[in-house]
């Protein structure tokens, strides 16, 4: 699956919370893992996506509702997506 940068939600010296589309206009939040190269991806829709910037539910709460979860590892040019809802590993 390939991921489109739209935008940072947060940035600080880097982004903190990243926006991407998918090629198939699904949508993806990112987060770096604390103390770590990982990289979370999960997919929310336009409501979840709403709710947040309007204050209306938290950060955990919109990772909690998500059910697409994924984690990219990078080692040098090696890149390993590793699947949290399910035990498939890309």
């Not at 949508?27 to 770096?32: G, K, M, N, V």
């Not at 893992?33 to 336009?46: G, P």
Request: charged share 20%; aromatic share 10%; proline share 0%.
């Amino acid at each position: 699956m390939d991921l489109n940068k739209q935008l940072d939600l947060i940035n600080s010296e880097g982004t903190i919370l990243g926006l991407y589309h998918s090629t198939t206009n699904e949508i993806f939040l990112s987060s770096l893992m604390s103390d770590s190269d990982e990289t979370i991806y999960f997919k929310v829709d336009d409501h979840e996506i709403r709710m947040y910037v309007n204050g209306y539910i938290t950060l955990q709460e919109l990772y909690n509702f998500s059910r697409n979860l994924f984690i990219v590892t990078k080692t040098g040019r090696v890149k390993k997506r590793i699947c949290l809802n399910n035990t498939s590993v890309v």
